[in-house]
């Protein structure tokens, strides 16, 4: 898939006058946004979970997860996502879960986010009553 940078605006979500905007690689590879943990902690974020990581070279890690509000202008929308606390001075990444939250996908051709219909339930939701638990 094709590279490309987005802009985004990341807020404190108690405090969102603390801020800051930065471009992002869009990676769709990556499960969780990945933000340098000096610039979450600049804005007021601070960790509050830890969770398994495995970086692009294959080795395992553990991260710190919050919460922020990201804004991503091209879409004209802002909404919480989770974030990892990068090490200081990392690519600032944006991954998976913001792409589905934000319900878009990655066109590398144009270099742009691009909406997509979100898919709710797969087959339960499909069908006109819950499948019967009696044997």
């Given amino acids: 898939m094709g590279m490309f940078q987005v802009r985004v605006s990341v ?58 509000v990201l804004t991503v202008p091209q879409l004209n929308e802002s909404l919480t996502c989770p974030v990892i606390f990068a090490p200081k001075d990392s690519l600032y990444l944006l991954g998976a879960t913001a792409l589905e939250n934000f319900g878009v996908q990655a066109d590398p051709i144009t270099q742009r986010l691009k909406p997509i219909a979100a898919v709710i339930g797969g087959f339960l939701a499909s069908a006109s009553q819950p499948p019967s638990t009696e044997i």
């Fill in 11 to 68: 807020a404190n979500p108690s405090e969102r006058s603390r801020f800051f905007e930065e471009d992002f690689w869009v990676d769709t590879g990556a499960l969780y946004s990945f933000i340098p943990e000096d610039r979450l902690k600049e804005i007021g974020i601070q960790p509050l979970l830890t969770r398994e990581l495995i970086l692009a070279d294959g080795r395992h890690d553990r991260g710190f997860l919050r919460e922020g």
